[in-house]
């Protein structure tokens, strides 16, 4: 096996010859970094395309089907001629005249004869390579395929023989008399970016590591903290009914910027929303929890992380009433406000809360925190209104006279009013 394709008369290009390539390794590149190809055939005289799943296995494309699906019985006995395309978009090119727009691309076009594979063994290793083609480690960790559902799933085999990529990476080619034309030109790059993980309904552990993983700075990390009145977990989808059961009370979302979520599926959507916006590098949320019983008291963030000026928000705090005035609210700042500094390294904490929340601000400054402005119309609220936002912070020169005169409210058992900010 040479390091090449061989072109031959369908893979040879007929114009901007310059742009095709027959390298294995090009090739291989473009199948393995794709999720998904067209494959086209031809039944009763009519062409058909499929959009699929592939997975490469050395030189061979293994393609996934129904095993009552045109392509899969088309393809019993001697198998079924294909045209196998894979195309990976890098960006789109803006010329000054319309005829020379383009794109900027990575594209395979494999050609042969797919044969249906019989063998079981092969057929097993073949949806074995798929599965752990969508993340390496996924197969050991889900349940291998019954006999029925192997008999229903057709694979297909297509040696990687008569094979040509095609490749545009340029910027704008335009004309020169085009050139001084006033009209904007350049690239526009586009890129596969992959969101956080999702969990179905009734999963409540956290995404395995095989899985895309948030950014791994310390000041997105959403570390355990314990204390005598509260402990802090990250937030989870585990914490949906608890959250649901503790904060089923209008008025401690009565100044918050989202409606009190009055389903199950709607705490769900408040979960996931805090773990969408660690995934952007702006907010890290915690659970709030009864150390001795793991209850569920409420949530709490950092937000509006921003690790260069070394500053964030603490925020999108609820918690139920029943521990209203209890240690709960203090000791859980104590912790935030702790690692911010003593960890993080932070210069700057800050606070924002609706000018009508007096009891908010009440207890944002018990902290030791300063009142350093209002911000006029800074957010909508749910009922349509517009809010002015109170703006407290503390720096970390201010921190060390708050940590003592909050440690020693700790151990005298003092709380303070629970703020909802």
Known sequence: ????????????????????????????AILDQA????????????????????VRVADTIYLHASSGSRLGLTARGEGIRVAVSVTLLDGLVFARSQFHHSANYRSLVALGVARLVTDETEKKTAMTALVERT????SAESRPPTPRELATTAVLALPLTEVSVRVRAAGVVDDPEDVPLPHWAGVLPLRRVLGPPEPAEGVSGPPPAYLPQAPASPWLTAAPMRGQHVALEPLAPSHVDGLLTALADDEVWQFLPSRRP????????????????????SRVAWAQCDPATGEVIGMTSYHDVNE?????????????????????????????LERAFEVLGAERVFWYTDIRNERSQRAIARLGASRDGLIRRQRLRPDGTWRDTVLFAMTADEWPAARDRLAARLRQGSGAPAPSA
Not at 313 to 335: C, D, P, Q
């Open 308 to 336: 260069n000026d070394r500053s964030l928000g603490i925020g999108h705090t609820m918690i139920g009433r029943r521990w209203w005035r209890s240690g709960v609210n203090t000791e859980a700042k104590f912790l935030l």
């Open 262 to 281: 009055a389903t199950r599926a709607q705490m769900a959507e408040h979960v996931a929303i805090a773990e969408r916006q660690r995934w952007e590098g």
């Open 35 to 54: 999720y998904d190809c067209s494959v086209a055939f031809v039944v009763d005289g009519e062409p058909r395309v499929l959009p699929t799943l592939h």
């Open 1 to 28: 096996m040479t390091g090449r394709y061989e072109p031959t008369s369908r893979t040879t290009a007929t114009r901007a010859r310059e742009r095709m390539f027959y390298e294995r390794e090009a090739a291989h």
């Open 135 to 138: 993340a390496a480690g996924r």
